[in-house]
């Protein structure tokens, strides 16, 4: 525990302020910005892209229900107000752990304390080749790339004769039934049987299929079993073929096979792993399977008192389990760790107790009206646990307009069945 | 005038109905689309993206105030119910006149009426390097890519510490003062000076400079001179410089050169001049300088009675002048070549009345509460053309929802400045 007090001390002693570097805009590093507002330091915010994303809601970009800037707010108007705290726009390279400074390409910024809260990427287990045929959904990129393939595949459906490829385009793989899983396949089941329903000519939306695939035994392994069996009874009254205790051993361009079965089909997306970013190789610390950097219980690295991991990017043991990749892990570490430093700095060396995790609870929709929410002991499944759904989400997203946009679309969707989002945006060819 | 009649008349004696192919999604082709709903005909519009976009508006997604999706609405979804319509996605390569066929592609799809209706790109005056460095506002990439070049000028702002280049990157040259000119001019300077006034740490974004550059003698050429001097002093009073009877000579990457002088600038933008679609290739007739082709008083291409030039693409004499590239024109011609249609379709061989184009007024906006009108007789300009210019342009947006969500970002802006789509989303990488 010397380096950081040390650090500190010389901070003090020469007039500066200590320099806090948070590297993330995600839930995480933003809240231990903002956590640190009245603390004696400063605060530099640096993200790869100049907003943060409200990720849970990343499935309604993705289904044509929302635009990206309906879910993500500037970061660097987040901190507008914010007098100690700016914003810089650069992809992280490393970090020069002995000389304290972040690698910033050909900049390095110096710090006293690091926050890394860089969150995580998905995982194929092994299969990279399977990413350009699977894609995940972890960022706004993703979200609309996932739109462009979803909304490509009817369009090249309505200009297909072969029966059997016209059926490979209609149908819809989903692998891995956690919470973003579920959401997906319920919305692109509303979609294909709601929304476009007057659409085509040429095919009826209503033989698109949706599958979802499940290597465990049941979907939503994080929810009771009675809110799973629920949420699997929504997903099936919706049109959804839910395949539990199977696994996908094989994916590509023309299909997917599930359970030793091979399903034509021309669209899979990827809901099932996630690995850490390199925040591991840029300490050049031993991280776990899933790429996490093992923390302290003040969630600072081992042997480096003056950096701290958070978020998805951080294994934060907690009895036998690990705590979960969620947006209140990282939000309640944030708020933890910036804490901690605003004690050191204010020259408290008796140390914090460590991190505990409050457990909020875990909510997750099934299409337009139906949601399952374990909040406490208390299990809700129906339209109550969607209305609790759509209060959370609101009140958690950033911006009164975001609010205010947000709940205007899932009305109308909610009244029409449409969606207000349904552009198939080209890649960009050229930006000089 | 004989080939549509054998044709229409082949079509009947078949018990087969005409098929009129629309070319293009825009303003003119689905009113063309619409007005044919009760024609004894069937329908094809073919685009090469899937959804049609509102183009006045495009410079509010340019400069962060809206989101793609709040101007545009799947074609698809615009002819739902018009159960003699079809919609295809796909990008027209060529027209097989002699058979009758458009070629998208591979696929060719026969047409007895062909309704060319597929706008224009901008036009570099055969200066084809100042593309990359100078960009457009076309389509909604163009307008996506524009705003990711603005905002990130801001965002290397903030990271550079020479005061050259920081003035250069705070450096905004706009050639060309129409309304697309005059309306991204002074939308930046209040996104500079307004919206971002506080988000930066390292700068003033007051020392933003915004130019716009006008060869002729003044901005808003279309407009009297009362109202182009209206609309100058009011640019000038956001902090616009306007800079009319200079050419510009140069553009690359470090700056342009305007009436001989060379200004640092990072970023050009370009809204200076326009060239109509190939349209005149895929027919094999000779064009006008700006690529359009010379119809017929009705519209139809000469020598070929069954295909129709409308919108951007046609050069429609009116006296000694040709019809402007403006929405009104498109949507009235769409709507004449439909009437058309519909009568040599009912067998009535009575040549209509020639076309003629309705001026319905010039609207241009300067900032966010100051715009110019001529409206028949009657000159506004202030406050009250800016409401006519609001209510306008909410009337002809498609659909409810768009209507109400930018009815409200609107609001959200007049009240607060801020700018509601700030995102800087980076260019899709792979796309397997």
């Not at 289904?63 to 879910?71: C, E, H, R, V, Y």
């Not at 998905?122 to 990413?131: L, M, P, T």
């Not at 490509?152 to 899983?181: H, K, N, Y």
């Not at 991280?287 to 969630?299: H, K, M, Q, S």
Request: glycine share 10%; charged share 20%; hydrophobic share 45%.
């Amino acid at each position: 525990m010397d380096a950081p007090e040390a650090t500190g001390v010389a901070a003090r002693a020469t007039g500066r302020r200590p320099h806090v570097v948070i590297v993330g805009g995600g839930f995480g590093g933003l809240q231990a910005a903002k956590a640190l507002r009245h603390a004696p330091v400063d605060v530099t915010v640096i993200d790869r892209i100049n907003h943060h994303v409200f990720q849970p809601l990343l499935y309604w970009v993705a289904t044509a229900g929302l635009s990206p800037a309906d879910i993500s707010y500037p970061i660097r108007g987040i901190l507008r107000r914010q007098r100690n705290a700016e914003v810089q726009l650069g992809e992280v390279t490393g970090v020069d752990v002995a000389g304290q400074r972040v690698l910033v390409g050909e900049r390095a910024v110096p710090y006293d304390y690091l926050i890394l809260a860089t969150g995580a990427r998905h995982s194929y287990f092994g299969h990279a080749d399977w990413e350009p045929v699977a894609p995940g959904l972890k960022s706004l990129a993703d979200a609309t790339m996932l739109r462009r393939r979803i909304l490509t595949a009817f369009e090249r459906a309505e200009l297909e004769c072969d029966p059997a490829r016209r059926a490979a385009l209609l149908t819809f793989v989903i692998v891995g039934a956690g919470p973003t899983g579920v959401e997906l396949a319920g919305a692109i089941a509303e979609l294909a049987h709601k929304a476009l329903r007057h659409d085509f000519r040429h095919f009826d939306p209503a033989t698109t299929r949706v599958l979802l695939v499940e290597a465990g035994p049941r979907i939503l392994p994080a929810f009771s079993r009675h809110l799973s069996d629920q949420a699997q009874r929504g997903l099936e009254h919706l049109g959804v073929e839910v395949h539990t205790g199977k696994a996908v051993s094989a994916v590509d361009a023309e299909g997917v096979t599930i359970g030793g079965e091979r399903v034509a089909a021309q669209t899979a997306l990827w809901a099932a792993g996630v690995m850490a970013s390199p925040a591991g190789r840029w300490l050049g610390v031993a991280t776990d399977r899933a790429g996490r950097v093992p923390v302290n219980p003040d969630l600072s690295v081992p042997a480096h008192p003056a950096i701290f991991v958070i978020g998805d990017t951080a294994a934060v043991a907690s009895g036998e389990q690990t705590l979960p990749g969620v947006a209140q892990v990282a939000m309640q570490a944030g708020h933890y760790v910036a804490r901690a430093i605003a004690r050191r700095t204010a020259g408290d060396t008796a140390p914090l107790p460590p991190f505990t995790y409050r457990d909020t609870g875990n909510l997750a929709t099934v299409g337009r009206s139906f949601a399952v929410a374990q909040i406490w002991h208390l299990e809700l499944s129906g339209w109550l646990a969607w209305l609790v759904w759509t209060g959370v989400h609101i009140l958690y997203l950033i911006g009164y307009r975001n609010r205010f946009v947000v709940m205007f679309q899932w009305a109308w969707t909610y009244l029409t069945y449409q969606r207000g989002a349904r552009l198939i945006v080209p890649p960009p060819s050229t930006d000089g």
